[in-house]
Nanobody, 126 residues
Framework: QVRLVDSGGGLAQPGGSLRLSCAAS????????FGWVRRAPGKEFEWVSE????????YYADSVKGRFTISRDRAENTVYLQMNGLKPEDTAVYYC???????????????????WGRGTQVTVSS
């Protein structure tokens, strides 16, 4: 049974940091790319970042480039999103998602992900 458990959200002050984690189980996670997608209240899903199966290729949305870093631990089947320099506009529910392919792409459609975590709330406020 495919399972993605995302965690690590919470409340942060502007300029602060949070680290999200996504634990994958039930399938060979090392064979697939993973992404992070967020959804702010009243808005559409926004793709944030993606990492390839090998962990060596990453892509970021312009809105987070230079502040967020995606990584993965293939041995632990875990994907991370380190978020630094947080801004109030980063407030959203963040979802970890498994891609249907091993390679990473820039600006993928959300339909390119076939399994999703339940999401973790990130709130940036003073």
């Amino acid at each position: 049974q495919v399972r993605l458990v995302d965690s690590g959200g919470g409340l942060a002050q502007p300029g602060g940091s949070l680290r999200l984690s996504c634990a994958a189980s039930g399938f060979p996670a090392h064979n697939y790319a993973f992404g992070w997608v967020r959804r702010a209240p009243g808005k559409e899903f926004e793709w944030v970042s993606e990492i390839n199966s090998g962990g060596g290729i990453t892509y970021y949305a312009d809105s987070v480039k230079g502040r967020f870093t995606i990584s993965r631990d293939r041995a632990e089947n875990t994907v991370y999103l380190q978020m630094n320099g947080l801004k109030p506009e980063d407030t959203a529910v963040y979802y970890c998602a498994k891609a249907k392919r091993p390679f990473a792409t820039l600006n993928p459609r959300v339909t390119e992900y076939d399994f999703w975590g339940r999401g973790t709330q990130v709130t940036v406020s003073s």
